[in-house]
């Protein structure tokens, strides 16, 4: 049957055979699969359509091409979905701009409690020695699949009781529903970087994978910081682009 589809496309076009089967994989993968699921091997799809594995590299290589799936050496072939294009204010909230992209979200609270922080964190926040902050670890979700592992550095006088209260979803709710605190970004930072073992674990990709960390500095009313914040994002499900019209 698979051959069959490849002779069918080959007598309505005249497409190379690697774009044939690129077409029809691409079909299948909208029809059948999800984000975060692997393809079957080169030598499994080689065999099934009856070709040779160089026709099906080329097929896949269009397929990344498309942006329709990744593949990493050890790893073998991912779909992914088309990368959301997020817009980063001075206050915009994550959740927030997720729904209204009417995907479905969900945010779990991995862990939290007072920690040392990086030196470069403790330094914003003009920490004495060995002085912590409340740090919680969240995972962001779209319909099913982890999108961004947040990590919040959080000046604890300021979130009193706050372990008690934080179970999940949005942070900015309950800082502004139990503490009346109503952040916005004063500052934001644009790194890349590659995936390690945790990254991998959390956010389903293959080590040294590309990652987009954004550090934000946030702040009351007051201009005085709050939070600092701290997202690790697949290269290929997020692209940042960034809207802080000038005050004058």
Known sequence: ?????????????????????????????????????????????????????????????????????????GWGTQVVDRRLDYMVSAGSKVTHNLAELGLNTETRCLDQGLLRP???????????E?????????????DGAPL????????ATRVPDWCERYRGGSTRAVLDQHYGLRLSRAQVRLDAAQADRDDSRLLQC?????????????????????????????????????DFPNER
């Open 118 to 128: 990086p030196e470069a964190i403790a330094q914003r926040f003009e920490l004495a």
């Open 1 to 73: 049957m698979s051959r069959q589809l490849i002779q069918r496309h080959h007598q309505e076009a005249s497409e190379p055979r690697y774009r044939q089967l690129a077409t029809i994989l691409a079909q299948e993968i909208r029809s059948d699969h999800s984000a975060g699921d692997q393809l079957p091997s080169e030598q499994a799809l080689a065999k099934r359509f009856e070709v040779n594995r160089h026709t099906v590299r080329r097929a896949l290589d269009e397929l990344v091409a498309a942006g329709m799936v990744t593949r990493h050496q």
């Open 148 to 155: 961004l592992h947040l990590r919040h550095w959080f000046d």
């Open 206 to 242: 293959p080590q040294l994978a590309p990652l987009l960390i954004l550090t934000s500095d946030n702040v009351d009313e007051s201009r005085r910081l709050v939070e600092i914040s701290v997202s690790r994002a697949r290269a290929d499900r997020v692209a940042y682009h960034f």
């Open 130 to 142: 060995g002085e912590c902050l409340l740090c919680v670890d969240t995972l962001r979700l779209v």
